[in-house]
């Protein structure tokens, strides 16, 4: 188990770090997001067929018609996230749990929400091999967040909905902070939003490409492990 946590060849430590040169030259600076990226071994987080390319810096397909985020904007959202050392905080769109476990050493608590049970069960895998235990999870709509425990101090959006969620919203406390791409097949956008009482300010991060945010769940069915 520790050969394949450390990885060999292409999935070996000394690939990580050549990673995280290339994130630091593209401008992440957050030392914390950096150590992060180095230690997760992302090649646990892809099928068998793409681990030679699992650090490269690019998007891959893990089945269920989704994709594992470019190791860079995982990298640019979690330092976006992190600019008001948040604690508690809401992650939309489990997927492979990549994203999940980047985060999980930098903030106190993450509850995280995944719509398709069979990804969902796949990252609680994972993310259990690795020891990450200050994670919730939950079988869910992210367009409906986590009432029940909210206000958030942070939450990370990890799929694309046509607009901003107003529940999602409604759901950041005080100073709370919302990363969130956004858009459509014409474009999107990351955006980088503040609450401030009753308003939100708004910044754009830069342009983006993720997989829809869709409404509903996706129980388990024995044919998506071949989708």
Do not use: C
């Amino acid at each position: 188990m520790k050969r394949e946590l450390e990885g060999i060849g292409m999935t070996s430590k000394r690939t990580r770090d050549r990673l995280v040169a290339r994130l630091r030259q593209r401008g992440i600076t957050h030392e914390g997001v950096l150590q992060s990226i180095g230690d997760v071994p992302r090649h646990l987080f892809v099928d068998e067929a793409f681990e030679h390319r699992a650090y490269e810096d690019t998007a891959l397909p893990v089945g269920f018609g989704q994709t594992i985020s470019q190791p860079y904007v995982v990298a640019r959202m979690t330092q976006t996230l992190l600019a008001n050392n948040p604690r508690h905080v809401l992650e939309v769109g489990t997927g492979t749990g990549y994203q999940t476990a980047v985060l999980a050493p930098l903030v106190h608590r993450i509850l995280t929400i995944e719509r398709i049970e069979g990804l969902l069960a796949k990252a609680q895998q994972r993310l259990r091999v690795l020891g990450v235990d200050n994670v919730r999870y939950r079988l869910g709509d992210g367009y409906e967040g986590w009432p029940a425990e909210s206000p958030f101090d942070a939450i990370l959006v990890a799929a694309a909905p046509p607009e901003v969620p107003p529940v999602l919203l409604s759901q950041l406390a005080e100073g709370g902070r919302l990363v969130v791409p956004v858009g459509g097949d014409d474009g999107q956008e990351l955006r980088f939003i503040e609450r401030v009482g009753d308003t939100f300010a708004t910044r754009i991060v830069e342009n983006v490409r993720f997989v829809p945010l869709v409404k509903g769940v996706r129980q388990y069915r024995g044919s998506d492990l071949d989708d």
